[in-house]
């Protein structure tokens, strides 16, 4: 059996029992990077044994990992935060064992987007969650498509390209937009900024005590344009067939 198993996004405590339990029970933890692992077990005094399975072995493990699986063995697999399958690996070993019959399971547990939004104070009851964004080509074209999007949606992005990619919002979405970046969940520092895309921008681009640090994620709100939301609804499509000067 497959069970994936959500971890902590910051505090520790942010841990089912259940997912203590399956850890412990499990005959082999697929993670990510074995020393972020390695201490969230030592943590819960669990001593199950680690292999690597990351975004770069995932291809050649995968085979010898169903034959495991095929044979009984109950393997359990962990990214170094969140969900696995989130914007983390995790998609290519479910299609796979479900290719083959096997039983997948998925615990329900930390991951970055829920929180975030929520806590964005945007509508939330539909919302698109896009992950990262491509970090060169086709990054345009995407931030082309959500700014027509009639819902919230949700981005992952790392510090250092943070103010990049809130410039490049304002000129798709506009600087009025509201927008709320979301710093360092569940740990000591914490921080929720909600403004207007300029806002956001003239904040973090002035970094004078670091702000730009950390795991964040920004969620944007929906275009309010009613037009815009018609026309999207009419064709979710649209705006991702052109494509206009990409870097
Ligand atoms: N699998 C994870 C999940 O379920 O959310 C996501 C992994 S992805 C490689 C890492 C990204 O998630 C970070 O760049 C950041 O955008 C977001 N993230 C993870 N932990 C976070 C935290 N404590 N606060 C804010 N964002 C976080």
Redesign the pocket.
């Known amino acids: 059996m497959l069970a994936l198993v959500?971890t902590p996004?910051?505090n520790l405590e942010d841990i089912s029992l259940r997912a203590l339990r399956y850890l412990r029970e499990a005959e082999l933890i697929l993670a990510e990077d074995t020393r972020v692992t390695k201490k969230l077990l030592a943590h819960y005094q669990i001593e199950t044994t680690l292999w690597s399975y990351h975004a770069h072995n995932e291809h050649q493990t995968i085979p010898n990992l169903i034959n495991l699986l095929q044979s009984g063995k109950k393997i359990v697999l962990v990214?170094?935060?969140?969900?696995?399958g989130?914007?983390?690996p995790g998609f290519l070993i479910v299609r796979e064992a479900l290719n083959v019959g096997m039983e997948v399971e998925c615990l329900p547990g930390?991951?970055?987007?829920v929180p975030?939004i929520v806590v964005s104070g945007f509508p939330c009851d539909k919302f698109f969650f896009e992950g990262?964004l491509p970090h060169k080509k086709g990054k345009q074209t995407r931030v082309k498509f959500l700014s027509s999007l009639p819902h919230t949606f949700v981005l992952?992005?790392?510090p250092h390209r943070l103010v990049k990619t809130l410039k490049m919002l304002i000129d798709f979405c506009g600087a009025e937009r509201p927008a709320a970046v979301?710093?360092?969940?569940?740990?000591l520092h914490e921080e929720k900024h909600r403004d207007s895309l300029a806002n956001l921008y003239a904040y973090f681009s002035q970094d004078k005590d670091n702000k730009v640090r950390?795991?964040?994620?920004i969620v944007v709100a929906a275009n309010s344009d009613k037009k815009a939301a018609e026309r999207w609804e009419n064709n979710p499509n649209e705006a991702d067939e052109e494509t206009d000067g990409d870097e």
């Open positions: 959500p996004i910051g990214s170094d935060a969140g969900t696995p989130i914007s983390d930390a991951c970055a987007l975030a990262f992952y992005e790392s979301i710093r360092e969940l569940s740990k950390g795991e964040m994620v």
